[in-house]
């Protein structure tokens, strides 16, 4: 793998991810186009393998994040501080037939979250959106006039997955209604 530079920046509560290249220098001109008006010590450069998870774990180390693994036959919920912590607990329950969830907590917020190793049986946004039967998120995008951000944000969180599939149904039979007609 290659390394990656991502820019961060601070708002006064996390660090968040601005622009990434695997060219520096690519970076730091972000940094003097975009982000000048930033103070100095709210915009970082942090160097990662280019995958999402590398990033995410450097920008969790930087905000302080711990995640949880909630126990659904006993009720129980259990915190640790490392991913290398929670992978093992996810590995023991899956192997002991547990149903289980994972959760991460940045500053209180409390989120689902998937392990690496669980990604490839994961599909992809635009992959659930194709299922559906659209060629794309931004055909999706075009027919809702529902930002890609958006809906990858509402296809990332469970609770709010059914109004992704409304719009996917919607836009679908736009679609095909307007293939029939024409």
């Not at 547990?98 to 940045?106: A, G, I, N, Q, V």
């Not at 299922?131 to 006039?145: H, M, N, P």
């Not at 296809?155 to 736009?174: N, P, Q, T």
């Amino acid at each position: 793998m290659k390394n990656y530079y991502s820019l961060l920046t601070f708002n006064n509560v996390t660090w968040s991810v601005q622009f990434g290249d695997y060219d520096k220098d690519v970076v730091r001109q972000e940094i003097i186009d975009s982000y000048s008006h930033y103070k100095k010590k709210n915009v970082i450069i942090i160097k990662s393998k280019d995958d999402r998870y590398s990033v995410d774990e450097e920008v969790a180390k930087l905000n302080k994040v711990t995640y949880s693994i909630y126990y659904f036959d006993e009720g129980i919920n259990k915190h640790v501080d490392s991913l290398e912590r929670l992978e093992e607990l996810a590995d023991k329950a899956t192997r002991s037939n547990e149903d289980f969830s994972l959760y991460k907590y940045e500053f209180g917020i409390k989120s689902p979250f998937i392990l690496k190793s669980d990604v490839d049986a994961v599909k992809t946004c635009a992959e659930y959106v194709k299922d559906g039967g659209l060629r794309s998120l931004a055909q999706l995008e075009e027919i809702s006039g529902i930002q890609v951000r958006t809906l990858r944000n509402w296809y990332g969180d469970e609770s709010k997955r059914f109004v992704l599939d409304a719009i996917i149904e919607k836009a679908s039979r736009s679609l095909h209604s307007e293939n029939i007609s024409v």
